[in-house]
């Protein structure tokens, strides 16, 4: 039997370490030998957390138990770990796991369910065969086409095509040339990357190692803010264990191709979110936007070949390889494919992450997967695509969420932070607050 504690920063800020703790010792002053006490990162309903899951002997989950204090540990261990049976009481709520059951996860499908920091969890659910089989079977061309299939648009903010960038880098001469991941989340609200990054590391590296591949790169770099210490901790030892078993270094599995991966952690500055400043910041200067053209793809990084995706594009990647770009073009609308992460926050009942389908309606995102207004007050706006994005009122809450859709609206859909509003909202506050935000 196995007791998995969510440990995303949500989890740990909810009191997950000393619910940990507390499991601990009762395990030890019960005697209860056959129980393996263990984490995982944050499944995305952070309004539940701390998340406490028991599996089976066979592996099987047999009970998800939220909001788990110290308090509740007695109770939780006296009836399922000694007694076998379900402690109805601190038990996920059969609406709550609806909304979990409901949804479509392709970035977070590992998130909440595996150890971040063991990479033969990851490899167990197939994990790093889609890098295997673009380095072993595939040519670059055949990756950049499958990622052209999917249609896939950079989940970074501006909704660029993935595999157009790919192309151009690796069309650009030269043979020094660098793959980025950007993880300079700044948007107020947004946690999305965060998230991925705490709860499953190797996903990004896999998608970076493909991506890496097919435009011809020889270093990859992840630049991660500094606030996100948790998230860098377990990078690092994704990083570590994937070079243990040659995934990363010289001639990875087993080809000729030398690729390794290494973190910057940025300072914090907003700016840095855009690519051509967080190039500045990577080379050591000022954090500061550069005219385009010439664009990364010709002249980045030390004016080398570079190409920029942020978390959630490449934690894409390999999935889109093992199943196949249709399969991620048959989610969402004609021009916004695949699925999307989406930061709930602000006044909404049940915050924190959730993947869906691009294409349902805002009020389907925040009403049915989001629960609804906090204390059933009206709903005011939403803002959505940060402090360069803007507020969509009530009168548009039908508005598909689609980078077509969204922009029509005058907001943008961004990076994935959507803060809700409720009628006793200031909009004038807002937005003074976000313009101060993005004057600072």
Known sequence: MKVVIGQGSCGIASGAKKTEAEFARQIADRGLTNVVLDKTGCIGTCYLEPIVDIYGDDGALAARYVKVQPANVSSIVEKHLIGG?????????????????????????????????????????????????????????EVIEEIKISGQRG?????????????????????EKYIVCNADEGDPGAFMDRGVLEGDPNAVLEGMIIGGYAMGACEGVIYVRAEYPLAIERLEIALGQARERG???????????????????????????????????????????????????????????????????YANVA???????????????????????????????????????????????????????????????????????????ASLIDTPVS????????????????????????????????LDFTRK
């Open 155 to 175: 989940r970074g903010g501006a909704g660029f095509p993935t595999w157009f960038k790919w192309n151009a880098a690796r069309q650009s001469e030269g043979k």
């Open 403 to 434: 980078y077509e859709h969204i922009n029509k609206t005058g907001a943008i859909v961004g990076s994935g932070g959507m803060i809700v509003i409720d009628e006793d909202t200031c909009m004038v506050d807002m937005a003074r607050y976000f």
């Open 319 to 393: 999935w889109i390889i093992r199943n196949g770009g249709e399969a991620f073009a048959a989610y969402g609308t004609d021009q916004s494919n695949g699925t999307k992460v989406f930061a709930l926050a602000g006044k909404i009942k049940k915050g924190g992450l959730v993947e869906v389908p691009m294409g349902l309606t805002l009020k389907d995102v925040i009403y049915k997967t989001g629960g609804g207004i906090k204390n059933d007050r009206p709903f005011k706006a939403v803002q959505m695509g940060g402090p360069s994005g803007g507020c969509i009122p």
């Open 247 to 313: 995934f990363l270094g010289k001639k990875i599995f087993g080809t000729d191709w030398d690729f390794d991966i290494r973190i910057k952690a940025g300072a914090g500055a907003f700016v840095c979110g855009e690519e051509t400043a967080l190039i500045a910041s990577l080379e050591g200067e000022r954090g500061m936007p550069r005219l385009k053209p010439p664009f990364p793809a010709q002249k980045g990084y030390w004016q080398k070949p570079t190409n920029i995706n942020n978390v959630e594009t």
């Open 85 to 141: 049976e379900v402690d109805t009481e601190n038990a996920i709520s059969a609406e709550d796991a609806a909304i979990l059951a409901g949804q479509n996860r392709i970035v977070l499908k590992n998130c909440g369910l595996i150890n971040p920091e063991r990479i033969e969890e990851y490899i167990e659910e197939d994990g790093y065969e889609a890098a295997r089989k673009v380095l072993t079977e595939m040519t670059p061309m």
